[in-house]
């Protein structure tokens, strides 16, 4: 084999080893990963909460994690296993607001996952139903963490929901809905100071066209 | 060619007198005789040798070329360069390039696929042992992802590459002060009753970020 071979199959097999990304693995059943790691006196109360949620097609994803998060917190047992009870509601909660959004449809788990994660949160019901229904088609993830974050700076959740429906309406998708949040605040925040209203005004005239944050080195 | 009159080739080799050739012989002598002294008194000029003259006398400017010039002319400049290896070495050579080009780099990330985006945690712990991140991206495990603090300035940070959304995680710092990021974009209460928030990230697929 001569060289320049040589040096063509290495290049040309550096890129493909390059490009070749082993998805992380899918996570093994829920139950199967809490022995060992939840503590004896909370595993069966939480085994079964989270045969509660299969057997209402509730994702079970959350409640495992809840499981494990505490479990490495060295939550004691009563309070880990109400915990994943609480999360076990928020899942129930946020189906119920789905399907009184967009009535007729079973809701996919990633969008029951997402409103509960948004009730976690603590944005209201009415909030969250009313921009499911403005894009009751699109996974609701970005709309209710974007106005998760209005909310939790203050702004009122009203006026936080009108905004994304418009920056909606004139084309933002998606992670650019996270763009509107942190335009607000930057305009709180700004020397000189403008009141939440003021902020709101201001994002409202630049849409869509909201900078996207640069990324933290 | 035609043969020289043998009268007139000794008067030129100064082996007769001139003055005896006949009158038709005397006017060739004269013009043969002028023409040798006229290359007498030129000097022997070839094609190279006033190539060289020229040169010499109008020399090309001269700049002092230090080594680094002198290594740039020499790159620059085309030479034919001839490589001859033996088998034994071109197997040498290509196992040294497969093991730099095919062996993953320990500190080099992996490119993010098309759901997958590049997390930074950074956090300011000084005086700490040993930092961590734990969270939802791994199950919430010990051990995972350590964050580095390779100059000791108390600035501790890990890049890794995450599904894009929602991720919660915490800082776990020597192995059991758990503590929130105090530079995450958001927070949410764990829900184990005790007040205590977890950070939220949410990780922007590679195509979306900036």
């Not at chain 1, 199967?32 to 989270?50: C, E, F, H, N, Y």
């Amino acid at each position: 084999m001569s060289w320049k071979l040589v040096l063509a199959l290495a290049l040309i097999a550096r890129p493909a080893q390059l490009g070749a990304q082993d998805p992380p693995p899918a996570p093994p059943n829920g139950t199967t990963r809490l022995p060992g790691r939840v503590p004896a006196a909370a595993l069966p109360a939480i085994d079964s909460l989270i045969a509660a949620a299969a057997a209402e097609s509730l994702p079970t994803e959350p409640l495992v994690q809840k499981a494990l998060e505490g479990s490495a917190k060295n939550i004691p047992a009563d309070r880990l296993v109400n915990g994943v009870r609480r999360g076990l509601l928020q899942l129930r909660q946020a189906r119920a607001i789905l399907s009184h959004a967009v009535p007729g449809q079973t809701p996919p788990e990633g969008h029951v996952a997402a409103v509960a994660a948004a009730l976690a949160r603590g944005l209201s019901g009415p909030i969250v139903e009313r921009l499911i229904t403005v894009a009751p088609d699109e996974p609701p993830g970005p709309a209710l963490h974007a106005a998760a974050d209005l909310v939790a700076h203050r702004f009122d959740p009203d006026s936080a929901a009108d905004l994304l429906v418009e920056a909606h309406n004139k084309g933002l998708r998606g992670v650019r809905l996270l763009d509107v949040a942190v335009a607000a605040d930057h305009e709180l925040q700004r020397p000189g100071g403008r009141t939440p209203s003021e902020a709101l005004a201001h994002v409202r005239a630049m849409l869509p066209n909201v900078p996207t944050p640069a990324r933290r080195p | 060619m035609s043969p020289i009159d043998q009268r007139l080739q000794a008067a030129l080799d100064g082996e007769g007198d001139p003055g005896e050739l006949p009158m038709d012989l005397r006017e060739s002598y004269a013009l043969l005789s002028a023409a040798a002294q006229m290359l007498k008194a030129m000097p022997p000029v070839s094609v190279a040798s006033r190539v060289m003259t020229e040169i010499r006398q109008n020399p090309a400017p001269v700049q002092s070329a230090g080594p680094a010039h002198r290594l740039m002319h020499w790159l620059g400049g085309g030479r034919a360069v001839t490589v001859r290896l033996r088998p034994v070495w071109t197997l040498a050579l290509a196992a040294g390039l497969a093991t730099v080009l095919l062996v993953p780099w320990s500190n080099s990330l992996p490119t993010p696929g098309v759901a997958q985006g590049i997390a930074n945690f950074v956090g300011h712990f000084p005086g700490a042992r040993s930092v961590e991140v734990v969270g939802s991206f791994n199950d919430w495990s010990r051990g995972a992802l350590a964050l580095n603090d390779d100059d000791h300035d108390g600035i501790w940070h890990a890049n890794a590459v995450l599904p894009a959304g929602p991720h919660e995680y915490m800082f776990v710092v020597d192995g059991e002060r758990w503590v929130s990021d105090p530079l995450a974009d958001h927070y949410v209460d764990d829900g184990f009753g005790a007040g205590q928030q977890n950070s939220l990230l949410i990780v922007r697929p590679a195509s979306a970020q900036p």
